[in-house]
C-alpha cells in the first residue's frame, strides 16, 4: 500500500486525493486530522533528504508518498499518479510551490 501525507486544503494534494479515491492500493493520510498525524509527518520529513529542496524553498513538502518499498517520494509520478493541477493553484501566498 502506498501512503499519502498531504492537506485537504493543498490543491496538489487535492488532485491526488481525486485519482485515488475509493483506491485500495493507497492510504490518505491526512496530516491536518490530528497532531499525532502531523508529527508522524513531521519525522518523515526532518529525516528524509527527499525534503531538502522542499525545505530550502519554504516549501511544506506535500503531498508526499511513501512506497510499498519504503522510498519516500514527492512525486505523484512514481506513485502511479498524475500532478497536473489547476493553473495558478498553490499554497503559497506568492503563487508558488505548497
Avoid at 12 to 24: A, E, G, I, L, R
Avoid at 50 to 61: I, P, R
Avoid at 67 to 96: F, H, K, M, Q, Y
Amino acid at each position: 500500500m502506498i501512503k499519502i501525507y498531504g492537506m485537504k486544503t493543498c490543491p496538489h494534494c487535492q488532485t491526488v486525493y481525486q485519482q485515488v479515491k475509493d483506491n485500495s492500493r493507497y492510504e490518505v493520510i491526512e496530516i491536518g486530522e490530528h497532531v499525532r498525524l502531523l508529527k508522524e509527518f513531521l519525522r518523515l520529513r526532518d529525516n528524509s533528504p527527499v525534503f531538502d529542496e522542499a525545505k530550502q524553498k519554504g516549501y511544506a513538502g506535500i503531498p508526499c508518498f511513501v512506497l510499498e518499498d519504503g522510498t519516500v517520494t514527492l512525486t505523484p509520478e512514481d506513485a502511479g499518479l498524475r500532478s497536473d493541477i489547476a493553473e495558478g493553484a498553490s499554497c503559497n501566498i506568492d503563487g508558488t510551490g505548497c
